[in-house]
């Protein structure tokens, strides 16, 4: 489940003392980013550093903190806890998890090495010596880690440590590990004993979510988001909001689940993670509304920007594969293909969200899939000027035709063995990043009785209705993939009649352009159905190898071939919408788009290549510009 329970800031209120330590961690005491000593820093001891340090993280001064404690460790280097600070600044403040579990493991080190193994008696040994288990606890998890994870936390009860983070850090690595019963019980307990309300009730609304009661799972987000709000300026009412709208959007909640996203990003901590943007830009996405969707990540990414000690692991491929989607179905291809390989590049830590990596995996290569193979059938539309340019084309579309498939097939795998066809298929999981409105695209080709087995099932099982149009949209495209066009025909038209508008917008433009396939190009049915695409999306037509008819009005009297080999279907038998106009003046052509009724605005393009003037035409038409 993509919900995110953010990590709580941890103030070390434990007394400082001066310690010895070896010195082949030389690496660890120098500050990364370089000095900003104050000139009397000099004449401080490490005692005096590492107090004034533990200040400025609690006036949320970072920077200037983890300085104090770089110089604290040169003047002390087997300094236990000036390591086991610099450990949670890198865990809560930069998001380098790696480098916090370094600092953490030389922290705890020293420290046995200090006052002898565990168990302790002195109190504020007890005290340290659980906030270093804490750590341990929730860096292993940060780092994926979820069985160390609860071993630390096993190793945290077995010397009688309690603290209120307890429960709930508990309840989240079990449902990491895939043991939901143990989970809700374990955060049901805390919340009969002291646990912290926030992490807790968040918690424990997922897994009921994850076990199908929705409902409750609604009234518990609404419990955790009025104590988040009652801690004023300490809350994070954004994890609630967050969370309550992907239960929203499961049970096709639209409406709902736009407000708590918009909310949630609206607030103060609404950027502390991407879920929340990531979240509104893909609905906003299965509208269509591509502005909307750009200027969600636009803002996101503004609001991280005033945390410049964060290193953007926990985000980056995320925010790469939405911006991929966007700049694809916006007919932007060359953008979208270079963020989506981003995406598969980036390295993503999956602790704090419900995501797996199988998860994100299976949605950048689908993702991938459906970008090249659109990149390839746009390219079937465009005109080439010499037998070179159509080689260098041809040899293009091979090699995106190639790795698309590739990529299709390395998705199946992961769909079908590492996720065993299960959750996933089951639109709008909220675990998975998947493109539901075209997930039919890929996996059309499996074989079709286990496909048909599989959907009727999942269809019957699913007591969602909005749910069965994509079902039958993925039944269809199978179909069609086989030449069973009647068959297809049938499911797609009903899939057309019955979408939501603007909610189901980018399945219904999918089955469109099925449809539209099927239809003879002449016809009025064909145009009616080209329109009807065109109007939802300006890009999609030549994306999928398809024409807009339009009249062609020409001065200088061109052939309607010129246009041939581009993503305009000329028929001037009858009045149309759309009206191409040719005017050649002082050596120039002038092509001209308009619409009859104003559905979009006029288009003119001129130069002293006709070829070149048809192809920048093209360009700028079917492009969603934004």
Known sequence: MKRHVYLFIFLVCCTCFAQRSYCDYGDLLSDPLGPAIEEDDSQKTPEELLLEAQVLLQDERPLDARTKLYQALKKDPENSEAHSLLAGYYLVHVGHFRLALKHLKRAMQLFEKQNGPPPYEALDLKSRHAHNLNLLSQIRLNLDNYQGALDALDEFASYDYYLSWYPGSRAWILMKLGRIKEAIVEAQKGLLMDAEPGRTLNILGILYSMSGEREVSLAVFKKALAYEYSLGKFGQPATPLNNSGEVYREIFSERDAEKSWMKATSLPDGCEHVLPALNLATVQLEQL?????????????SCVAQYPLR???????????????????????EEGISHLEEAFKRRQWFGKIGTSEDDLKAAVLSSLALALKRASERLELVHTQSWIDWFTLVERRITLRIRSWWFARRAKQVLLEDLHFGEDLYVRNTDSMLEYPA????????????????????????????????????????????????????????????????YDNALQLHALLLRLS?????????????????????????DYGLKLPVNLSSSGDIEASLFSESPFLIDNRSEVEFIISHSFVE???????????????????QGADLDAVISQLADQVFHQSF
Do not use: C, W
């Open 289 to 301: 509304k591509f502005r909307d969707a750009s200027r969600t990540m636009d803002n996101f990414e």
């Open 311 to 333: 290193n953007g692991e926990e985000h980056r491929a995320l925010v790469h594969l939405i911006r991929g989607r966007i700049a694809i179905q916006s007919g932007d291809h």
């Open 439 to 502: 997930l039919g695209t890929i996996l059309k080709d499996i074989p079709l009785q286990i496909l048909e087995e599989r959907l009727h099932l999942e269809d019957k099982e699913d007591d969602r209705p909005e749910a069965s149009l994509y079902y039958t949209a993925y039944l269809a495209e199978a179909y069609l993939y086989r030449g069973k066009a009647q068959k297809a025909l049938e499911l797609l038209d009903k899939v057309i009649r019955e979408t939501r508008h603007p």
């Open 518 to 542: 099927l239809a003879d190009p002449t016809s009025d049915l064909y145009r009616q159905l080209a329109y009807a695409a065109f109007q939802l999306s300006r890009a999609a037509l030549p």
């Open 587 to 605: 050596n120039l052509h002038s092509i001209r788009f308009t619409s009859r009724s104003g559905l979009i605005s006029n288009i003119t393009v």
